[in-house]
C-alpha cells in the first residue's frame, strides 16, 4: 500500500513536471513568434518609410515642375498626406484595431482560431 501511494506521488510529481515543461514550450514557442513578427514588422516599416520618403520628394518635385514652384509643390504632398491622416483617423477602428486584435489573438491562441475555419 505504501509502495502504491510512493508510486502515485512519483507519477504524479513526473506528470506535473512534463506539465510545466510543456507549458514552457508554448510560452517560448509565442514569445519568439511575437520577437520574429516585431522584428519582420520593424523592418518592413522601415523600408516602407524610406520609400516613401523618397516618394514623396519626388511627387514634391514633380508637382513643384507642374506648379513652376517647389514650395507649392510640397504643399501640395502635405496636403495628401493631411488627407490621408483624417481619413485614417475616421475609419482607424475599421482599418487598424480590429484587424490587430484578431491577428494578436490568431498569435497568441492558434488552437481557437484554427477551431474556428
Request: include cysteine.
Amino acid at each position: 500500500m505504501v509502495d502504491d501511494l510512493n508510486n502515485i506521488k512519483k507519477d504524479i510529481r513526473e506528470y506535473i513536471e512534463v506539465r510545466l515543461d510543456l507549458l514552457r514550450l508554448h510560452t517560448a514557442e509565442h514569445i519568439s513568434r511575437l520577437f520574429s513578427n516585431a522584428v519582420s514588422a520593424a523592418v518592413i516599416g522601415y523600408l516602407l518609410l524610406i520609400i516613401l520618403l523618397f516618394i514623396s520628394f519626388a511627387g514634391g518635385y514633380f508637382f513643384g515642375s507642374l506648379l513652376h514652384s517647389n514650395e507649392l509643390g510640397f504643399l501640395c504632398v502635405a496636403g495628401f498626406y493631411t488627407v490621408v491622416l483624417v481619413i485614417f483617423l475616421v475609419f482607424r477602428k475599421q482599418v487598424v484595431d480590429r484587424p490587430v486584435i484578431k491577428a494578436l489573438m490568431r498569435l497568441f491562441f492558434p488552437k481557437f482560431s484554427d477551431d474556428e475555419k
